[in-house]
């Protein structure tokens, strides 16, 4: 992770994203806290928590609020069908049991939680970020 202290050379600013698992380490199964340290130690500006149900991520928000600005952003649905291929273009589903009064909820918990910065991952839609807005007001 040593793109924090090049990009910072050119006085630009770098937020690192960390995709949480379901037990709060990162996919690879390594720490997310000790992810989130190893981040602020190279430059970054912020830790967000990305493209995770918003469950997880409020589970998992804690780990990386460790001495700078920290941020979330969830998933909502899942991708169908499964795939990660930059030329495929899925579909989200399940985006009905996330609505977007229960993301302004979730937002309300990261902001109380810690977080400085909120937005939204796949499969959140306009009115999801205006009800991001709504909590912040």
């Given amino acids: ?13 770098v937020w690192v994203s ?3 698992d379901l037990h709060g380490n990162l996919l690879s199964g390594e720490s997310l806290s000790e992810a ?3 981040a602020r130690d190279e430059g970054a500006g912020a830790i967000l928590l990305s493209a995770a149900p918003p469950d997880v991520v409020s589970k ?3 780990s990386i609020l460790n001495g700078g600005p920290a941020g979330a952003k969830a998933m909502v649905g899942k991708y169908s069908p499964p795939s990660w291929k930059p ?3 899925p579909s989200f ?4 049991e996330t ?3 229960k993301y302004r909820e979730f937002a309300k918990e990261w902001l109380s939680t810690g977080a400085k910065i909120i937005g939204g991952s796949s499969g959140t839609t306009p009115e999801h970020i205006a009800a991001v807005k709504e909590a912040l007001a």
């Avoid at 992770?1 to 600013?13: A, V």
Wanted: net charge positive; charged share 15%; glycine share 16%.
């Fill in 36 to 38: 989130g340290k190893i």
């Fill in 1 to 13: 992770m040593c793109t924090g202290s090049h990009s910072g050379r050119r006085g630009l600013p």
């Fill in 99 to 101: 609505p977007p009064g």
């Fill in 60 to 62: 998992s928000l804690p």
């Fill in 87 to 89: 030329d495929f273009y």
């Fill in 18 to 20: 960390l995709i949480p």
């Fill in 93 to 96: 589903v399940n985006t009905e």
